[in-house]
């Protein structure tokens, strides 16, 4: 008795012939000299495809643990930073006692600087003109 497999190859035994002879034709088309020279277009795309793929494999493959460590830190300190928030009712309301403070900063500064009494002019810097040394060696007078 003929196994399954013994069927199907007996009955399919001619096109093994066939399909040697389109992948003879493939072959052919695919050695052709224009077919070897790739567009600009395909160069820069695998270019990129390739450089993408070495980064995964040198940078992010070895260091899976380093990143995702990263990459949770960054997402605690969202949280925390968006669940420590305070919804204010009205944001300019937060806004009006530091410019009411700087109003009265300003205020003050202005009745300040009206109380003071205009300075006087300064006396000009004198010249000091260095007088000339004796050339003389005092320690050794005889």
């Not at 009955?11 to 002879?21: P, S, T, Y």
């Amino acid at each position: 008795m003929k196994t399954p497999r013994d069927i199907l190859f007996a009955r399919h035994e001619n096109a093994g012939r066939k399909l040697d002879a389109i992948r003879r034709e493939m072959v052919a088309g695919l050695n052709r000299q224009d077919t070897k020279t790739p567009s600009g277009v395909l160069v820069l795309v695998s270019w990129c495809l390739g450089v993408s793929n070495k980064l995964w494999q040198e940078i992010i493959l070895p260091s899976r643990r380093t990143w995702s460590g990263l990459a949770t830190a960054w997402i605690l300190i969202l949280l925390v930073n968006f669940a420590e928030r305070e919804p204010s009712p009205a944001g300019n309301i937060s806004a009006a006692p530091v410019m009411i403070s700087f109003r009265e900063q300003q205020r003050w500064m202005n009745k300040l600087c009206a109380e003071r009494a205009p300075m006087a002019d300064a006396e000009p810097p004198k010249t000091f003109s260095p007088k000339p040394r004796t050339e003389k060696n005092q320690c050794c007078a005889v």
